[in-house]
């Protein structure tokens, strides 16, 4: 049985990515993300994977910090 943080994260992983890859935009992930995990999971999530997330791309991942910064999500 998977932990529950473990889901949280695979859904943050998930929901990041598909922005990413602009199959979600920026408004839907943003209250996405805010409303359903803790600030706290999301901060790990986009820690441990910043280096992944850049690569994928750099633009929409700086939009998405600095949209999650101003709700309060710091890395």
Do not use: C
Request: proline share 4%; net charge neutral.
């Amino acid at each position: 049985m998977p932990r529950p943080e473990d889901v949280s994260r695979d859904h943050i992983d998930a929901t990041v990515t598909a922005f990413l890859k602009v199959e979600r935009d920026a408004d839907w992930t943003e209250v996405s993300l805010v409303t359903l995990h803790p600030r706290e999971e999301i901060r790990i999530v986009l820690s441990a994977n910043s280096e992944r997330y850049r690569n994928m791309n750099e633009g929409r991942f700086r939009e998405l910090l600095a949209r999650l910064k101003a709700q309060g999500v710091h890395r």
